[in-house]
């Protein structure tokens, strides 16, 4: 590079420029059968996700995609770079917002010190016939051409999803429609240059998209990032490099990750790629996938739309992601956070069995005073703290849930026998329909994860209950519940009762009128035997019978909370100092505790706190309980 131009602006002193590796791609090669009812198709799901999992990446070969087209592609595209300059500017442009552009270096031209060996031309593809008549006329086959290869990836790139979908166990579609919109094309091209231990052809990253597949040329410059070291990628011609972008890292929850990859430059050979996307629209709500969330493996990212990731797109895109886009716990006790989001390390599983190990020598000693027998939780704060934090709605009711399985645990540890939750009130009902469907989506979600052989309500041995009026749930939750209900029953060592179209006076109305029903039919069979009030017709002392006619004992029997005793310990969350209908016949001597964290905030130590409280309080509460 004797041109000192290029010698300042080119220049990024690559220390490591990798080592040419080879059989390391090699491995890495798996066989994407043609047709997907192909016997083999187990083993080609098992291998892409293992290959995923060890190199980031795989090639695939026998894919499908005629190596015809692939070369008359290619051959398509050298003949565009190689055309005049005076034809090619018509399509240059910096402004990323437009469709079909060519440009050099990054997308960050105007702002990189130092720029990179490349040039690239993007366009969209699909739908093709939107997008076709903004694509280069010259040369003469180029509409013709990559019309059809654009059409024959997008369906490669389809099924390759619908195996890594299989693979992973989501639904059916799962990455169709609106995950996969948008089809972009983006060729990159790099003359030979002069110094390759200046610059790079790319600089290293992840693809910030769902998923690309490159088809490399027959020249070297491809690396992937691999235990601390560069390493080179074989050029297969006939072969598609298929890389997940990072939406694929997340809403795989990190099952399968992203690779890290640059390009080097070559001294005396062009090269192009041939890069295609799959991009989710703008407004598709990111997020790991339900089916791979539950209370052993915590979402690892935040709820966000595509186009907020994409706005935040820098080179630096793996660290954006990190810090925008990552779920922020945000509990007092960080550190269990910290264990749940990385539980699979060794290192953090050591430290997680320490905490654990701790926390039970902790309980020992605060089981030397009396131990709540029953505690009750008002869950507030949720959508707080999904506003304090910036989070997509909804976050807070899933970061919530997280806090309080911790809590169960904990509870659970502890020896407290029944722990009461206010998961949902009819009140609740009367909030915005979205908000409601979105939170019931999420309990029914939960609720089929309780009966989970692995679940904490089987691990700690758990009868749940679903406590309110079932009646007002959707079909699909209340079927859900009993389900649970009927899973749960045999479950004896401790009981959990989860308070759903739930409040309290609603509660008292309708044990008061089964009350009442259970005595009408009573005295309804005295009458038939001629024995009874007959109320027809009562005289005076009849009256003073009928007064009488249901007590407390009675009421209290139809309580739905009648399958466990009065709570110990009431702990509202947020500060707020109100029982909002929750258990008002039930709390006349527990003790109430209301820190002033959110409920997703709530950790280890606000558990002690409110159960040291209520030891210091308990010879004076149970003096209270007796004088009833
Ligand atoms: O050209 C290559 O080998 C890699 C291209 C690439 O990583 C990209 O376009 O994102
Ligand atoms: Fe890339």
């Not at 909370?561 to 500060?575: F, K, N, Y």
Request: hydrophobic share 40%.
């Amino acid at each position: 590079m004797s041109n000192p131009y290029l010698k300042v602006m080119y220049s990024h002193q690559i220390e490591d420029l990798g080592s040419k590796l080879f059989h390391f791609a090699k491995t890495f090669q798996w066989l994407i059968s043609a047709k997907d009812a192909d016997l083999d198709r187990a083993e080609t799901i098992q291998k892409i996700l293992k290959s995923c999992q060890e190199f980031g990446f795989f090639q695939a070969i026998n894919h499908g995609v005629s190596e015809c087209l692939m070369n008359d592609t290619m051959s398509v595209f050298k003949e565009f770079f190689g055309m005049p300059a005076e034809y090619k500017e018509n399509f240059f442009s910096n402004d990323p917002n437009k469709s079909c552009r060519l440009y050099s270096s990054t997308l960050n031209y105007d702002k990189e010190e130092v720029h990179y060996w490349r040039d690239n031309f993007t366009h969209h593809c699909h739908p093709l016939e939107e997008n076709m008549q903004i694509w280069p006329e010259k040369p003469t086959r180029y509409r013709e051409v990559v019309g059809t290869y654009s059409a024959e990836v997008r369906k490669l790139l389809l099924r390759i999803l619908d195996l890594i979908c299989e693979g992973l166990g989501l639904e059916l579609g799962y990455f169709g429609d609106e995950a996969s919109k948008i089809q972009l094309l983006s060729v990159n091209h790099h003359i030979p240059c002069p110094d390759p231990s200046l610059t790079l052809g790319m600089p290293e990253h992840c693809d910030p998209n769902l998923i690309s597949i490159l088809h490399q040329c027959d020249v070297y410059g491809l690396q992937a990032f691999k235990d601390g070291q560069w390493i080179g990628v074989e050029p297969l011609p006939s072969a598609f490099v298929v890389i997940p972008g990072l939406q694929l890292r997340v809403i795989s929850n990190e099952k399968l990750i992203s690779p890290k990859h640059r390009v080097v430059t070559d001294a005396k050979e062009s090269r192009t790629t041939i890069g295609t996307f799959l991009i989710p629209s703008h407004d598709f709500l990111i997020e790991p996938a339900r089916a791979l969330v539950n209370e052993n493996n915590s979402p690892l990212y935040r709820t966000f739309k595509y186009k907020e990731f994409f706005s935040t797109f820098t080179g630096k895109i793996f660290l954006v992601l990190y810090q925008r886009f990552t779920v922020h716990f945000g509990y007092a006790d960080l550190a269990r956070s910290d264990m749940e989001k990385a539980s699979n390390t060794q290192a953090t599983q050591f430290f997680g069995n320490l905490g654990s190990f701790l926390r039970k020598c902790f309980f020992r000693v605060l089981c030397i005073g009396p131990v709540p027998n029953h505690i009750a939780f008002i869950m507030d704060g949720n959508r707080r703290y999904a506003r304090k934090h910036k989070l997509i709605e909804g976050s807070g009711h899933k970061i919530g849930f997280l806090a309080l399985m911790s809590i169960l645990r904990y509870c659970y540890e502890l020896g407290v026998k029944y722990v009461t939750i206010y998961a949902f009130s009819i009140e609740n009902f009367k909030r915005r329909p979205e908000e409601v469907q979105s939170v019931m989506e999420l309990m029914q979600e939960k609720i089929e994860g309780l009966i989970k052989e692995e679940s904490i309500v089987n691990h700690y041995g758990v009868r749940v209950y679903f406590i309110g009026n079932l009646k007002l749930l959707s079909r699909s939750v209340r079927l859900a519940a009993e389900r649970a209900m009927a899973a749960t029953a045999g479950n004896s060592k401790a009981v959990l009762s989860i308070c759903v179209a739930y409040t309290s006076t609603d509660e008292i109305v309708h044990a008061v009128q089964e009350s009442c029903e259970e005595k009408w039919d009573e005295i309804r069979v005295l009458d038939a035997s001629g024995a009874g009030y007959g109320l027809i017709g009562l005289g005076g002392s009849e009256m003073d019978e009928r007064e009488h006619l249901i007590d407390i004992a009675d009421v209290e029997k139809h309580m739905y909370m009648a399958v466990a005793p009065d709570p110990d310990i009431l702990i509202r969350t947020s500060g707020e100092t109100r029982l909002s209908n929750f258990l008002l016949w039930q709390s006349a001597h527990c003790h109430l505790y209301s820190p002033s964290m959110l409920w997703p905030e709530i950790g280890f130590w606000h558990l002690v706190r409110a159960v040291l409280d209520f030891q210091r309080n308990f010879v004076y509460l149970e003096e209270k309980k007796k004088q009833v």
